[in-house]
């Protein structure tokens, strides 16, 4: 392919995608990658607690790895483990600011969009909601439920709650830094928590009304991944999870219209040449196209896009 191809090609997908965004037609899904100016990585923080609790294997960068180790032979105990990893990690967190160099929960924030999708356990996007003036409030997959009883923080306990522009809703996929229970973080949460979502509906419980299945992810949700556009920012092509979780979400739920989804990849320079037209063809015919971006191109692109109320 040639390059003014490419490029053009690149510029009617950005049309399209700024124009999904503006309609409210599109769900942003952000990872790891969308807060690394604030928190580091999962290799960084495996590496960290690996030589904390002195790690015997070589795979010293795998998060969940090591913190399964932790959990097994220092503190025994899965959901003391995520306590001590959150208050270690998570409890002097500092929110972006208007200064960083890649302030993409701000500008995400000034789409009319009434939902917003992530794998990261901070409060990022919701508080770039609330300095947009806007009422947001935030929800969680509560996989590890054996009850209705165990989560009774949903918003959509109040029947007449819809995720809206003015009240958007951010949905934590794995996790609530506030809800240690929640967040997927050892070997055995990653496998537990893509067992629940590709069977949540297709089990009854006895815990739920009339041994009716118990639902974990709410209707609106299930909609919006069905029927609208997504947008991943932050993950990488070669995590395994995110080609899981993603075929999980798309292609257990019944009805879901292929829409083409988007995923901007923050370092093009990672990838040679050769390697990032064979990931092109192969995502593309997951029905995702990829965008290579910096950060900085990122941020001047979806600003640049915001359409002004009239």
Known sequence: MRTGDADGQNDDAWDLLIGDLNNGDCVPFLGAGASAERLPLGGQLARKWAARIRYPSGDTGDLARVMQYAATMHYRDAIRTKREFLNEEFAHAVPPAATDEFPVHSVLARYPLPLYITTNYDD?????????RKR?????FPWYAMSPDD?????????DYVPCEER????HLHGHHKEPHSIVLIEDDYLDFLVRLAQDGRHSSASSSGGRPMTLLPYPIRTALRTKALLFIGYGLRDWTFHVMFRTLLHGLLGTMRREHTSIQLNPHDHPGDEREYLERYFQAQSIRILWETPRSLNDKLAAGLREKP
């Open 124 to 132: 990022f996007m919701f508080l770039a909601l609330q300095q947009a």
């Open 136 to 140: 947001p409030t935030w929800d969680l």
């Open 151 to 159: 989560w009774t923080g949903s918003p959509f306990r109040e029947s």
């Open 168 to 171: 958007p809703l951010v949905f």
